[in-house]
DNA sequence: CGATCTGGATACCCTCACTATCCAGCCCGG
DNA sequence: CCGGGCTGGATAGTGAGGGTATCCAGATCG
């Protein structure tokens, strides 16, 4: 398959497959000669990927290009990869150490996870993200209480422990793992948001009686 | 309050609110002189929303001025301005009629929101939202299935009725509505979505064994 | 009465994700 | 065996988005 081929069957223009090549996104195809290379079907999947995790996931080049560093680095061990990729998706956080409010909620949100039995490591950023929302939504005067994040939080362990985890062949090859993680994360993420917004319509057409 | 109390009390610097105030984010404070202009509680308040929406929801500063107007419009029926409020949430998805797989999806989502028994406006732009996620888990060879998709429209239900719609003062002032609803439909999205990646994380760290 | 601040207008900047242009080398049909 | 069109690689340019910077004349505070 020749670049303009792969643009073809991807729907991605040529100057930007070669932009994401130069980004390393991609891996380059096997040369056959000095202007010419060859792509396979590897690539197509890997630009699929791409660009579900651009235009769904809206995740910035950079981070997806952290993302498949992980994977193509052989020497990382699977559990370490993982956790690479699932940083890249979290969205930074700037508030630091001199930030009260941002502090008090994060003692909150460990002792979420404490009392939620989680591991997770003290550096995720992921931490961060939650104390940032619990923080804005005080500011806006509708802070969430500890009984109603334990709930939420419940409802999420049972969900990704009973539908989604068993779904990631963590005995398969490495790339595959990471891939199906993080597809999961961020596509089915969004899956959620959705159907979450199309039940707050169809609740407030009802409860409003509007049409 | 001057425009410069309003930066320090909020944390926005000055140029950025006179731009938020060019954009009609901001409502003009009260003029007291040529060269003066008086600020007040409610535009902290607008300003700790316009910061939320966009930090924590990623929302365009466009979509938040949508929203706004919508808001300012006393004219407009109050389900019509949750619509609307609603809509500016999406994101946008480039698809047009002419895409097969689109409107395959796109005739799965409905069929979905019928069995629900949702009522959801025809031209809610959360369906096609929803249709370009399913395309995409199809195109990386993990599709979702029917059943699972009911699973987590069935879940979504529940926790949107039953934890979050009863939050909202439908019967209080419009503003207040608007406001809770938004509020509650971009940061409790993301609360989810984050307590979602910490479960993932625990439970990847507890399947592999790893720290 | 002068240093500072204000609202308003205009112009500028930076990041991000592309896109466009050039170039010389290659391949394929005639 | 030759010419048009494609190729990889390099470099430069673009357009949207979200601010920043600069100027200005009038107002106010100490």
Redesign the pocket.
Known sequence: M??????AASG???????????EGLLP??E?????????GEPHLRRLRL??AL??VG??????IGQIIAAVEDEDTPVHEMLGTAHYALASPVDAGPDDREHQAALTRVDELIGDMGWSIAPEAPTRDELAQVLVRLDQLGMPAGDDGLRQYADLMMRLVSELEMHKIPFDGPRETAVESLVIGTVLYGRAFDVLRRLAQESESARILGGR
């Open positions: 020749r670049i303009s081929q792969l643009s991605v223009p040529i100057p930007t497959i070669k932009y994401y090549l130069r380059a195809g040369q056959t000669a000095a202007t010419r290379a060859e792509y791409i660009r651009l235009e809206r995740l910035p080049v950079a981070s």
